[in-house]
């Protein structure tokens, strides 16, 4: 019976001190309940608002660094080819599927809010987590007049492009593969990304046909060179085949 | 007006009815489709990553198959046509054949046998293809050349990486062929099929002008 006294007095305590906490929040609502000053309240509202702000900033660096520690990746999904050039580049369809899946996961969204001033395109990536905390990068740049675009197409060009690097910049994703390409397309491009062919073997018989059809013209000791690996024994008897139809 | 057909569509009205003599109701649509792009003036571009690998990829699979058989043969640029037909083959080896490149979208579609390269080559009509290109450069052989080379992978996507990376396959194992002989009765057949498939798009022609006479 004496132990049931002593313990409900601690119970309360303990109760009392949670309602009353340590927080703005807990601070604000005690205050109210005691009766306090507007100026008091105001304080303490100024006050709980730049804990929560303070809060929201916190999650917002845990929450992307652990989004950076897994960045999304990044498919090269268009193949721009001419005049012997040859690369991949991410689209800004792809960047934002990738980036914003991986961003969702760790409660982040993002937009993009574009102006347009004396002939400059500004686009500001805007990345907002769920607690409130919001970051943004911006670009400028001028309408892309490359090509024979008109001159909508300069503008959305431009956009484009600026959305595309300002959602990587925002994110930290996929800036080791870039490389610059001095904003000519509307596109991140990336260097030349296909591994040299694996070079094989050739056995004994092949090697023979092989050797037959660079005697008759059909095939060249480059073109050998160039797919096969050739063994000392072989690369010797391609030279003295060469060396043979130099005379 | 005579159209002319291109190697690579004409299979489309080579097929018999089930019943008679004619053109096929697989022809007709064909057909169909090909009179209302001549009215209206348009055409169809149909697009895959299976047909963008074949484009993007054409020259890797010509080195293979020039690795394979100890050639140097180059792409042929030229295009040739008749009365009846246009086209431009892959390969012509002068005196020799006319090779047509295809390549393989993975390593699972890649036919490993000739038998399989024929029953592909027969059911997507490379054979007639073929027979157009042996008419136009007057060759009296036929190959279709299946090539197996790795996919860029921006076009492979999420699919399975080892089905796609294949550069340590042996180069003699990813190139199978399947040969034909020209046949002049066969050509004939593609020649009557043209005149019977003109006669349908003029008729067809006629009919959409007269439906949206003014």
């Known amino acids: ?72 990746q990044i498919i090269k999904d268009k193949l721009v ?78 956009i484009t492009y600026l959305q595309r690097y300002t959602l990587m910049a925002a994110t ?15 596109g991140a491009q990336t260097e030349p990304e296909r591994k040299p062919a694996q070079k094989h073997t050739l056995q004994g018989p ?34 003295d085949l060469v060396a043979e139809l130099a005379k | 007006m005579d159209f002319r057909f ?14 008679g003599t004619g053109l096929s109701q697989t ?31 054409e020259d890797d699979s010509i080195a293979l198959l020039n690795a394979v058989l100890f050639t140097n043969y180059k792409k042929n640029e030229e295009k040739k046509k008749d009365e009846y037909f246009s086209g431009s083959c892959d390969l012509w080896v002068p005196g020799e054949r006319i090779r047509d490149i295809k390549t393989a979208w993975s390593l699972h579609s890649f036919p490993a046998t000739s038998d399989k390269v024929d029953q592909i080559a027969v059911k997507s009509g490379y054979d007639w293809q073929g027979r157009v290109y042996m008419r136009l450069w007057d060759e009296q052989a036929f190959s279709v050349d299946y090539c197996l080379v790795t996919t860029p992978p921006d076009l492979r996507r999420y699919e399975q990486k080892e089905l796609h990376e294949v550069d340590h396959i042996p180069p003699h194992l990813r190139v199978t062929s399947a040969h034909y002989k020209r046949d002049l009765s066969l050509e004939q057949k593609m020649v009557d099929k043209v005149g019977l498939a003109r006669e349908y798009l003029k008729d067809q022609v006629a009919r959409i002008n007269l439906d949206h006479k003014i």
């Open chain 1, 81 to 158: 080819a001419f005049s012997g050039t040859r690369y991949t580049h991410a689209t800004l369809g792809a960047v934002t599927q990738a980036v914003a899946a991986g961003l969702a996961q760790h409660g982040f969204s993002h937009r993009w809010d574009t102006k347009q001033d004396a002939g400059q395109i500004t686009v500001e990536c805007i990345i907002t987590h769920r607690l409130g905390h919001s970051e943004s990068i911006s670009m400028t740049a001028r309408p892309d007049d490359s090509g024979k675009k008109n001159a909508i197409q300069q503008v959305a060009s431009t």
């Open chain 1, 1 to 72: 019976m004496s132990n049931e006294i002593i313990e409900m007095p601690q119970m309360q305590t303990a109760v009392s001190t949670q309602a009353v906490g340590s927080t703005p929040s807990d601070l604000l609502i005690h205050a109210m309940n005691s009766g306090a000053s507007i100026e008091q309240l105001e304080k303490l509202m100024d006050l709980k608002m730049r804990h929560e702000a303070n809060e929201a900033r916190k999650a917002y660096v845990q929450d992307m660094a652990q989004f950076k520690m897994n960045p999304p």
């Open chain 2, 6 to 19: 291109r190697a690579s569509g004409i299979w489309e009205i080579m097929g018999d009815p089930r019943t």
């Open chain 1, 206 to 239: 092949q090697f023979d046909k092989a050797l037959l059809s660079i005697r008759s013209g059909q095939y060249t000791p480059e073109e050998m060179r160039g797919y096969y690996e050739l063994t000392t024994d072989q690369e010797t008897a391609l030279s």
């Open chain 1, 172 to 186: 930290g994703v996929a800036a080791m593969d870039e490389s610059d390409d001095d904003g000519h397309a509307a």
């Open chain 2, 27 to 57: 022809a007709k649509t064909a057909l169909d489709s090909m009179a209302k792009e001549f009215v209206y003036g348009y055409c169809q571009i149909i697009d895959s990553k299976e047909m963008k690998k074949g484009t993007d990829c």
